[in-house]
């Protein structure tokens, strides 16, 4: 290293020094500074700049997320077992027992992609296992792996397309897990820059905006949101934006085939409260003045995910910006945790004083013990990518104890995590009231109750039907026991008569009525009644090859025409957290559109007033049943006048 880059690598040091406050050891920093420059003084990157620029640069993001002295200190050193002669003991008597125990974690790890996919995942497994002794080891290899993508352009392309690659299937999932949003998103947009730079360029042309463009619109959209607060006397509540990343909008025309002007919600706004109670208050309120997307709701807050991550999720239209924007609302503490996952529990509080930290890494100490039960490669990649590379899902059984699954998880999913015992036994469900199949996908807030059959047994099908390790286990574990298999046993009916019969007209003359065993029906599609010898009345879809040459008699059966009712619906409540968000989502179950949801004194207790379009029929009275039975719901009146 010359003089000049000695004396700016001391000057970048400093400048980085002096930004940090009075919590950082500054003196333990320094000395792990100079001994970090002294081990890599003659190493250089591929760049040309000196090396010990990638580990101070590290340190600045592992400082910036608000890891602690120890962590800054490690990731100073993280490089110097592997690359220099230096030892561990000498790591261990100059910064003690805890830096040493994260710099042996990191110098574990072995870089990525050297030696095949096998590698890569033992590579994986030593993250993994070296992170379940201390979870900042995976916080300070996320730090390392981004600035590496920061500067990916100095190598080779091949190079660049393999580790982008492993950095957006590995790297930005585990930085979602851990709740470092911030780092994902960036993962994820310099990964798609080197993955696919035709589709980054198209989406940064489509946007036809540079950053600081983008951002002023979203500044637009703030005060929209601000002048709305303001004058309902919530002048002191915190607004932020900005503007979504490349890849999310990437993956919305990839994964939902949307064309790009058909993605309306490229601004996000966060809303900071003083305290939970306010949170749900601002969704009314703003719900109130701006048109709502009820489909777009989540709760976070009543039902955290994992990782600790907490908000409300909503999408309003903005008059402003004359575009959607999603609004997340949370309290100070929530978006501490928001923006530095894990790390948040170093920098503003003690572990000893946070009960649910253990809760938020469950995730990886339940890793250790597949660890010890798998050492299948193929099998452990499937473990990690339908349950740590997935988004979460809440799903409820009837007495409202809570089930996180990964998205796309389905009711036999369910079945396995509430028991493995229910899980085998799983003939069918009601999912919020209605019979339906085991393989049906899940959503958010669904409430499951599992029906069983003593004898109904797992079958290798069912391997294709879940998504979680958990089922995955148990099914291969049932089939196991199995002797042999039954290559005869009947197929599982996958129609519900009671979901489907209801809505076709022209079946009221039969005593009996029921689907062929022979095609499946699905709701919309064209139909044919055949009339059998036993009279009763067999419905195909009008396609079916046995609906078109039969003997017996058959005629064309319609859907009925469903009909809407303007209605309005009155509550009166007593207030409790979550209250708005259970009453949308009933709203949305019923998927039924409402104009306008005012509230008066919703913050401790007062009235609701819903218009909204239902669905003719026993709807109404159905809805007005669910609203009387939430536990805050003193009186529910429908009025009668607008039922004609």
Avoid at 238 to 247: E, Q
Avoid at 382 to 394: A, G, H, Q, R, T
Avoid at 520 to 534: F, M
Wanted: hydrophobic letters at 40%; a positive charge; aromatic letters at 8%.
């Amino acid at each position: 290293m010359g003089d000049l880059e000695l004396k700016q690598v001391n000057e970048t040091f400093e400048s980085f020094l002096s930004t940090l406050g009075r919590e950082y050891n500054h003196e333990s920093i320094r000395s792990a500074f100079e001994f970090a420059k002294k081990a890599h003084m003659y190493q250089h990157r591929k760049s040309g700049e000196p090396f010990v620029y990638h580990p101070l640069e590290v340190a600045k993001i592992v400082a910036k997320i608000g890891l602690d002295t120890t962590s800054v200190v490690a990731a100073l050193l993280h490089d110097i077992v592997e690359d220099t002669p230096t030892e561990l003991k000498e790591i261990r008597t100059k910064f003690g027992d805890e830096v040493e125990l994260l710099v042996e974690g990191l110098t574990k790890i072995q870089v990525f992609g050297e030696q095949g996919k096998d590698k890569d995942i033992e590579s994986l497994r030593k993250i993994l296992l070296a992170s379940a002794k201390d979870v900042r080891i995976l916080i300070i290899k996320l730090c390392d792996r981004l600035h590496n993508m920061r500067t990916l352009g100095t190598l080779d392309a091949d190079r660049r397309f393999r580790i982008s690659a492993e950095t957006l299937h590995i790297y930005a999932p585990i930085a979602q897990k851990v709740g470092l949003y911030s780092l994902k998103w960036e993962l994820e947009d310099l990964s798609l820059k080197y993955q696919n730079p035709e589709m980054y360029a198209f989406i940064k042309e489509k946007l036809g905006l540079s950053r600081s463009e983008r951002e002023n619109i979203v500044l637009q959209a703030v005060e929209e949101i601000k002048s709305i607060l303001e004058a309902n006397g919530l002048s002191e509540v915190l607004v932020l934006g900005r503007p979504k990343n490349f890849f999310s909008i990437y993956k919305k025309i990839k994964e939902k085939a949307k064309a790009f002007e058909e993605i309306h919600d490229l601004y996000a706004i966060r809303i900071i409260a003083k305290e939970v109670g306010q949170c749900y208050s601002i969704l009314g309120l703003l719900h109130e003045h701006l048109q709502a997307f009820p489909d777009r709701l989540k709760d976070y807050i009543a039902n955290p995910k994992a990782n600790g991550y907490q908000s409300l999720h909503t999408v309003l239209y903005s008059r402003k910006i004359k575009s959607p924007i999603e609004v997340q609302i949370r309290t100070e503490e929530m978006h501490k945790v928001a923006e530095f996952g894990l790390a948040a529990h170093w920098k503003y509080k003690t572990l000893g004083e946070d009960k649910k930290f253990e809760e938020k890494i469950a995730w990886l100490r339940e890793f250790l013990q597949w660890e010890k039960e798998h050492h299948d490669n193929t099998e452990f990649m499937n473990l990690l990518k339908f349950n740590f590379f997935e988004n979460e899902i809440f799903v409820f059984t009837p007495k409202n104890d809570v089930h996180i699954l990964p998205e796309s998880a389905t009711v036999l999913d369910f079945a396995y995590a509430v028991h493995s015992e229910v899980g085998n036994a799983a003939q069918k469900a009601k999912v919020n009231g209605l019979l339906t199949t085991i393989d049906r996908e899940l959503r958010s807030g669904d409430v499951v109750q599992i029906v069983t059959n003593m004898k109904v047994r797992p079958t290798e099908k069912w391997l294709s039907l879940v998504k979680t390790s958990r089922a995955r286990i148990a099914i291969k574990s049932a089939l196991q026991l199995k002797s042999s298999m039954n290559p005869n046993k009947k197929k599982e009916d996958n129609i519900s008569p009671e979901l489907l019969l209801s809505q076709i007209a022209g079946t009221e003359n039969y005593k009996k009525v029921r689907f062929a065993g022979c095609c499946r029906v699905e709701p919309g599609c064209q139909l044919t009644g055949v009339v059998l010898k036993t009279g009763e009345l067999a419905i195909h879809d009008a396609g079916c090859e046995n609906a078109k040459y039969t003997p017996n008699k058959k005629f064309p059966l319609q859907w009925r025409e469903i009909k809407n009712k303007e209605i309005s619906i009155y509550i009166h409540l007593k207030y409790r957290h979550g209250l708005i968000v259970d009453i949308m989502s009933l709203l949305t179950e019923f998927n039924v559109s409402f104009s306008k949801l005012n509230t008066k004194r919703i913050s401790r207790e007062g009235d609701v007033r819903i218009e909204l379009s239902l669905e003719d029929g026993p709807f109404v009275e159905n809805l007005v049943s669910k609203l009387r039975a939430l536990d805050a719901a003193v009186s529910v009146k429908v009025s009668r006048g607008l039922f004609g």
